[in-house]
């Protein structure tokens, strides 16, 4: 019984260290795309927020820009709720690129994105960290005290 928790103990630690590794590469993903984005000239335009086509709970704009319609999600809303459908709010599109669509000039939000996983990560490999320290110890004492 004991080498079955022991496995699954291990298990659970790589599934947190796998888990840990993801949110940070998603972090750093999220910076990239801000920085790739943040300079880049936008043009404001009013849009009005609708259900998406794929996931029914997770909302779009839909805006015209040079004629053309779009139905996108701004690339710098992912974890927080955009608005109620059907409440207009300005978006800002990439001139070059009219299918990127930010809520603000700069795309900051996505920053804020990247510091929550980037954070919850650290927590992560903190916990990862402080459990194999405290094993460690349990196990020189265990040596300790069979002597």
């Known amino acids: 019984m004991s080498k079955t928790i022991t496995i699954i103990q291990r298990i659970l630690r790589i599934i947190t260290l796998i888990v840990a590794i993801a949110m940070l590469g998603g972090a750093s993903f999220l ?52 608005g109620d459908e059907g409440d207009k709010i300005t978006v800002y599109v990439v001139n070059d690129h009219p299918s990127r669509v930010f809520t603000s000039q700069r795309g900051d939000d996505l920053q804020d994105s990247a510091a929550l996983l980037g954070g919850w990560s650290l927590v992560l490999f903190l916990i990862l960290f402080g459990e194999h320290q405290l094993i460690k110890r349990m196990k020189i004492l265990e040596e300790k005290t069979k002597k």
Do not use: M, W
């Open 31 to 82: 910076i990239g795309v801000h920085q790739a984005n943040k300079n880049l000239e936008k043009t404001p335009v009013s849009g009005k927020i609708v259900y998406g086509d794929d996931v029914k709970a997770i909302h779009e704009v839909s805006y015209e820009f040079e004629g053309k319609h779009f139905v996108r999600r701004p690339l710098d809303v992912y974890f927080r709720k955009l």
